[in-house]
């Protein structure tokens, strides 16, 4: 009974010159569910229509409209568009998704980072190739994170595409995936762009970004970094990000050790 409460605590803290304000957070947290569904139900609903577009759309590229010197392009560019539509919508359902409820134990399984960076730096390979990154990686092999695995893969996955989007060619990418004292560890640090100070604050909130322009052409959805944070702190973890405007940043994702696995034995030996 709030009344009682206070009631009770009115003599002693008017003493102590305090103050207590109490209020009711039920209906925030309702609201706040309200617009979660409400993102993850147009998402859900704007897939089907995409896909019949692209759809569509794919089979009049391959036909003679495709090759039509004044149609063709145009065609690509809806395409082109489609695809980035898809892109968002995916992120918002991941999004939706994880933002909604804590991991669910059932669901985790063992996930080795190590092979997860070897798999998307092969499908990142001609990217690496064509900007020459320098890349460093020291990643533990038998390490393995207790978790779901979307989860992990999105960590990965927008971590290593940003660190590649925002360094020129010819700099260094350092990969670290390793077991410390004080807790499990994955970054991403480049030679890139860097963050100035003020923009560090935000830069994990939905659609912040530091040049709209820029990230969209480099296909961006803005989301990238959202989903990073929310990934990890379904886990208890944090994200840690450390800038410096034209020198570069680390990203780092860290887990609590009670998440470690190690790989079974006969999977460790040759
Ligand atoms: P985007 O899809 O635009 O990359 P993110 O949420 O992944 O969205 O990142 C938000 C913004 O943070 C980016 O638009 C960019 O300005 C900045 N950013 C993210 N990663 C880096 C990085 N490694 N170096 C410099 N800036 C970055």
């Not at 695809?83 to 919508?89: A, C, D, F, K, T």
Request: charged letters at 25%; a negative charge; hydrophobic letters at 40%.
């Amino acid at each position: 009974d709030p009344q009682q409460t206070l009631e009770g605590l009115r003599y002693p803290l008017a003493d102590a010159g305090a103050l207590v304000i109490f209020r009711d957070v039920t209906r925030i947290r309702h609201l706040e569910q309200v617009r979660q569904d409400f993102v993850a139900n147009v998402s859900h609903e704007l897939r089907s229509p995409l896909t019949v577009v692209r759809g569509f759309l794919e089979t009049l590229l391959d036909g003679p409209l495709g090759a039509d010197p004044e149609v063709g392009p145009q065609l690509r560019l809806m395409e082109q568009q489609t695809l980035r539509m898809q892109s968002l919508v995916e992120d918002l359902l991941t999004l939706a998704r994880i933002e909604a409820a804590q991991a669910n134990p059932e669901e985790c399984e063992p996930i080795f980072i190590a092979a997860l960076v070897e798999d998307y730096l092969r499908v990142l390979a001609d990217a690496i190739a064509t900007k020459k990154f320098a890349l460093i990686c020291r990643l533990d092999p038998d390490l393995g994170v207790f978790a779901q695995p979307l989860d992990m893969a999105s960590v990965v996955r927008n971590l290593l595409e940003n660190a590649m989007k925002y360094t020129p060619s010819d700099r260094k990418i350092e990969i670290v995936w390793e077991k410390r004292p004080e807790g499990l560890v994955f970054s991403v640090r480049d030679s890139g762009d860097g963050i100035g100070p003020e923009h560090l604050q935000r830069i994990t909130e939905r659609f912040y970004r530091v040049d709209k322009g820029r990230s969209r052409q480099l296909g961006g959805t803005g989301l990238g970094l959202a989903i990073v944070k929310h990934a990890i702190e379904r886990y208890n973890g944090h994200l840690e990000i450390e800038s410096r405007l034209g020198m570069g940043s680390r990203f780092s994702a860290r887990f609590p050790l009670r998440l470690a696995r190690s790989a079974p034995a006969d999977e460790i030996l040759p």
